[in-house]
Structure formats: C-alpha cells, structure tokens
C-alpha cells in the first residue's frame, strides 16, 4: 500500500489545517516518500517508553504498517507486516515475521521477505497468504521493479515444510506471476488478496486499482497449479468516484451464525463483504452484497453505501486491514493498522512509529445489514486486578472516578442505561450531509444535552486539562433515534496544535433502544484508547500523546453531561498485564 501519514476525511479538512499538515511533515505524499536524513541503524535508536503500549502488538523499535498475509497454520498464528529495519519512519520495506500461539503473546522472527531479485529490488509491498490443497501455504505479494514504481505480483513459499514457525520463504525464479497489462495504471496495482477457488475449479485473487477516479478490484483466474493467471474481463467491482483502492479484501459470512467460513465457502446461507482501503478517506470501507458466481460479480446490497459515505471497520485511526479464516477456533479474524498522529520528526525522535490494534473476530449482525467486532477472547487472559461498579447514578454535570486499576492500561467495560428517550436532542436537518465526526466536533462531549453525552473521560489528568472522552449522544430524527458514538482527540493533550493531529473521530450506531441501554468497551493503552459501541457494532480507534496523564498520573472517570439521568448499571475495569511481544 502507499503510506498517508493520517487517518483523516482529507475533503472535509479546513485547507489551511490542510496546508499545514502538509507542510510540517504529517503526511507522505503519494510518491512513497523516504527521509533518507531520518534513516538511521537499529543499533543508534534510543527507544521512549513513553506512551509505547503494553498489550498492542508492536516492534521493539522502528516503523510499521499494515498487516500482511496473516494466516493459521498448524496450530501457530503468523502474522507477517510491513516493516522498516532501518528507522521509525517509512521506508526500507520488508516482511517482517512473528508467530503466537493466542494472538495476543508474539514471538518475533526474521523478516519473511525482503528486496533481493529483479522482480521485488524495489519494494516488498503488502499481500495475503491462501493455505493451497495438500496443506501448502503460500504468499501472494506486491513487488516493486523499478523507480516508476511499477507494481507486479509475486509469490513465496516456505523453504522448509518441517519447521513449525515457517521461518524461512523462497521467492521462486518464475516470479513475477502476474504483471499489469496496458489498461491498468502499473504503479496503482497493489496487494492482492487471499486466494479463494470457484466452483469450476479454479482459484481466483483480487488486485486493486483505479481509472479515471474510478476504485476497483481487478480479477485474476488461475487454473489448480496457481501458476498460470489471466485477468477476467471484468473487475469484481468497482464505484465512481472513490480513487484508488488499497489492501482489498473480500470473504463470505454466514447469515445463520457467529461462526467464520474459509475464504473459499460457497454454500447456502451467505453473503460477501468486500472491503477496501480508500487511498484518499485513509478509512477501511465496506459493503455486504452478493457474489454472483456464474458472471463474477459482486453486487452491494441497497443498504450498503458504495463510496466514502459508506460503512468503515473502525471511525477512527485504523487502516490497511486483512482477515483470515482461523480453522483452529472456527472464526475469521480481522488485523488492521494504527499509524501514529504526531509528526515525523517526533517520531523518529521517539525511535517507533505504528501499532496493531487488538485483533477482533468479526461475523454478520443479526440485520444482516453490516459487521460485528470484538475483541479476541484471549486478550481476557492479560486481565489482571479488577474493579466493580454498580448501580451508579449520573445526573447532569456529574462524574464518578474509577480507582484501583492501572487505568493507562486498561480493559473498561460499561453498560449505561436511562428511564427515558423524551429528552433526546433534535437532529439539526443541516448535518444530516456532515460526517459524524464533523457532528462530534460541534457537539463534544463539555456541550451539555439532553440524552448525553455520557461515557468515559480516559487518559484523563485529575483537573481535566488533559482527557480523551468515549461517549454517546442520542438525537432525535423525526420518529427515530439516532446514537452518535464519539471517540474525541481534541483535548488529549497539551502539546501545541501545530505538532499533532487530534481529531474528533465518531459514528453513528445502528442499535435498537427499545431496552433503552447503551453498552462501551474501551481498551486504554497509554497512546491508544480503542472502542467498542454496542456489543461492537461501531468501533473507534484514537492515537492520543498526553503530557500530564503518564502511566500512574493516569485517571479514568465515567461521566454524564446530559439532562437524562444516566445509571451505570455494571462496570467492570481491569488493570492489563503487558503481552510478550519480544
């Protein structure tokens, strides 16, 4: 994938906070950029603790970006991702290599693959990894050939079959197995997805690209040897007006069930998702549709928005996602990618840059009309000391703390509930083509309403100077409720504006309030505060960088900012241990 320093609606910015960005460094121009005085050895990096995380996958040093070709495979979880030796800024790109046995507790490896033939001297770019009959793992990935960034793909495969953690990977001299004819833009023709076989026979992959603003996902067909493919005359799909499409991925899910299905399942009772990552929102969209077999064609459903105004995995800080399907727990899992939100210089001053956040198992919702996440189940084994509270009434302007945890590395659970909807705000009519973060920006979390806002104040200092809030806030829209979900950045930190992005990330949540009940799960992890709304239903990622709020300086309260008295009914926090990732 290319790299864009920040997850941002770029058309919605203000061009004078655009300009800035642009011109302190935050972002990296679509040309691959490399700060070839900020390359430096492994060996001369001075490290800060501060805000690195304790349970978030993350090097010991250096850049990082998306996931690659994640995959299980006899019993060990490998995940390979797009990594920099060299320095905490993008560039040098290899495969960078570690195992686990939980998804949690990773073992690093050496770098998988890395620039070393004609067919990847310029880059080894991001792909997937297909499991082929016979129990034979192999990897597609985008090579870089020249210095016009011409873009083939590749494969690899395991030297040596017998060695459990897959160590090392050959890159045969037959590469490379499919190179861009004279339709496609050869430099926008990247990270090809997992393969999955058709009913004829054949294995099938996606590519993705763009003409003429058009996004796509151009298909390749190959017969049972995966050695010989030929584009299809037609892309799988594509939508006017999205740019270019990065790290596709596309997967069924079932329509009975929480339960995940290998990438080749074509059976009763599924629909597909196809996801891409818009080059120009920096956000993982999606839509659940159809897979028409027969004419190889994938059709959204009408409640699937076909562009930016679509559904995303995450709101917030969380890009170049990849699933696979984990045959060991009969699940598919979803890795994505939390760059950072301070500028480069920063960053390399710091010495890392990037994190991984929790792996999530994603299925359908009961609506069928978009995807759940949540949590792998094992990042509950990191749950330490626990602390409880129920019960609690919040009336307008109040707050409860929460103590007796390590609230700047925490897992909060909360289920908030209300006797009544009737104080619920208006929708004003003239945001209904604003974007929910643009909404969250005008009603934060200090602006008192009626029903909410109400959630948790985290990474907070004792007086408030600095805090990242997590809350909602219910509208009313004619003779519906509408649940405004908010993850909010701008006042997370007292550094000077001009040196950080700090954005106030939401979305909507499509949830039945018949109960009238609202549930949140936080994971707070010193610069990352990664949410869950309603079981999963809307999720927000946010990279924040406080000054006061540092490990034990750290406080957490719940809050409620609304006329509607507003009940904790259970809340549950635990101080988590750090995972083994080195």
């Known amino acids: 994938m290319e790299i864009l320093r920040r997850s941002s609606s770029l058309w919605v910015l203000p061009i004078l906070l655009l300009c800035f960005f642009i011109n302190n460094g935050v972002f990296v121009d679509a040309s691959h950029k490399v700060y070839m005085h900020l390359q430096s050895t492994t060996s001369h990096v ?24 994640p995959m299980y495979y006899n019993g060990v979880y490998h995940l390979f991702y797009q990594y920099n030796p060299k320095g905490a800024i993008w560039g040098n790109i290899v495969w960078a290599h570690s195992v686990s046995k939980d998804l949690i507790n990773w073992i690093p490896l050496e770098p998988a693959i890395y620039p070393s033939k004609v067919f990847d001297k310029y880059g080894t770019w991001s792909g997937s990894a297909t499991i082929l009959p016979g129990n034979k793992p192999v990897i597609l990935y985008t090579g870089i050939v020249d210095a016009n960034k011409t ?72 017969n049972k040897n995966f050695m010989k493919w030929t584009k299809a005359k037609h892309p799988l799909h594509s939508a006017q007006g999205t740019g270019n499409w990065e790290c596709p991925d596309f997967f069924p899910v079932s329509l009975k069930n929480k339960d995940g299905l290998d990438t080749s399942y074509n059976g009763e009772d599924i629909k597909h998702v196809l996801k891409v990552s818009f080059d120009v929102t920096r956000f993982d969209h999606y839509t659940i549709g159809t897979y028409d077999t ?193 993850s909010d950045a701008s006042r997370s ?14 979305g909507y949540v499509d949830v039945d309030l018949a109960d009238k009940k609202l549930s949140l799960r936080s994971l707070i992890d010193h610069s990352v505060v990664e949410s869950f709304g309603a079981g999963g239903k809307t999720c927000i990622t946010s990279r924040v960088y406080p000054t006061l709020t540092i490990f034990d300086k750290a406080h957490l309260f719940a809050f409620n900012n609304g006329a509607e008295r507003i009940t904790i009914e259970t809340l549950n926090a635990w101080s988590m241990a750090n995972a083994k990732l080195h």
């Open 294 to 486: 027969k004419k190889d064609k994938y059709f959204p459903d009408n409640t699937s928005i076909d562009g930016w105004k679509g559904l995303r995995l995450d709101y917030g800080n969380y890009y170049a996602s990849k699933t696979f399907f984990d045959s060991g727990k009969n699940r598919r899992i979803l890795l994505g990618w939390a760059n950072e939100s301070d500028t480069v210089d920063n960053d390399v001053r710091k010495g890392w840059a990037g994190v991984h956040p929790i792996p999530r198992k994603i299925w359908l919702d009961s609506s069928g009309k978009q995807l759940v996440q949540w949590p792998v189940q094992e990042l509950e084994t990191l749950r330490k000391k626990k602390v409880q509270l129920n019960n609690k009434k919040l009336n307008k302007g109040e707050k409860v703390e929460i103590k007796g945890i390590t609230v700047a590395q925490a897992d909060v659970e909360v289920i908030f509930s209300f006797a009544s909807l009737e104080k619920a705000e208006p929708f004003d009519p003239s945001w209904a083509d604003l974007y929910a973060q643009d909404v969250c920006a005008i009603k934060g979390s200090t602006v008192q309403g009626g029903l909410g806002p109400f959630g948790l104040l985290t990474l907070a200092s004792k007086n408030l100077e600095e805090y990242t809030p997590v809350f909602f806030r219910i509208f009313k829209a004619h003779d519906k409720y509408k649940v405004l979900m908010c």
């Open 151 to 222: 873009q083939v793909q590749n494969y690899a495969i395991p030297a040596d079959m017998s060695d459990p953690y897959l160590r090392k990977w050959i890159k045969p001299d037959n590469n490379p197995l499919i190179v861009a004819d004279k339709t496609i833009n050869k430099s926008q023709f990247r990270d090809p997805t997992t393969a999955w076989m058709g009913r004829d026979g054949n294995w099938r992959i996606l590519v993705g690209s763009v003409r003429n603003h058009r996004g796509k996902v151009i298909m390749y067909k190959s």
């Open 46 to 69: 001075d490290v800060s603790k501060v805000h690195r995380t304790g349970y978030h996958f993350q090097p010991p040093k250096n850049w990082i970006n998306d996931p690659n070709g």
């Open 493 to 506: 930190s007292l550094k000077n504006e001009t040196t950080m992005y700090k954005p106030s990330f939401a």
